[in-house]
């Protein structure tokens, strides 16, 4: 964990544009920004992934984006929009193990093609997708009641 960019930020060893910090989170901007005034959020504490991240943990990371997200669409930095995004794994496009919310913030008429190869245009079987997601929130749910069980 020590080698992790992102603790080593926390830690104030490794150099960061901060924009704001509590005792959960920190967000500063992306070294290679996407967007003027790309911003990320990351829990203060190491967590890979999504499934290593606690629910409250989580709910600060979006409460926190969310702000940041109104205010670059503030008179002070004047975007027209943000994006807001966690690449959840490698298979997601993640390349650094330690979770972060992407909060970017987007004009009229900018060239950032966000997500237009990953669009799915069609529905596929949406039923049986339906479903599949309600039993994953489901088995969730029962992890939840279940004490052998601390998904958080
Ligand atoms: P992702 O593909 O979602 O894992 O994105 C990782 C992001 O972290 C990229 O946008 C990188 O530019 C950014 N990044 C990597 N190292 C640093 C760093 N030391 N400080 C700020 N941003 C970083
Ligand atoms: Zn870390």
Known sequence: MSE?????????AAPAHRVF?????????DIRPIA???TLVIPKSHATDL??????????LFRVGHRIARAVQGPAFAAD??????????AAFQTV??????????THGDKFRF??????????????????????????DTAA????????
Do not use: W, Y
């Not at 910090?21 to 901007?29: N, P, R």
């Not at 193990?97 to 987007?106: C, D, I």
């Not at 529905?123 to 489901?138: C, D, K, M, N, Y």
């Not at 009641?145 to 958080?152: C, M």
């Open 145 to 152: 009641t279940d004490p052998d069980t601390d998904t958080g």
């Open 21 to 29: 910090e509590d005792d959960t989170v920190c967000a500063f901007l």
């Open 97 to 106: 193990g330690h979770v972060h919310l992407h909060v970017l913030p987007r």
């Open 51 to 60: 499934s290593g991240l606690d629910a409250e943990t989580g709910a600060e």
């Open 115 to 140: 997500a237009s190869g990953l669009v799915l245009r069609r529905s596929h079987e949406p039923e049986r997708v339906a479903a599949a997601i309600r039993s994953g929130l489901a088995a969730l």
């Open 36 to 38: 003027r005034g790309h």
């Open 81 to 90: 929009g943000a994006n807001l995004l966690i690449n959840d794994g490698k």
């Open 4 to 12: 992790c960019v992102f603790c080593l930020i926390v830690a104030g």
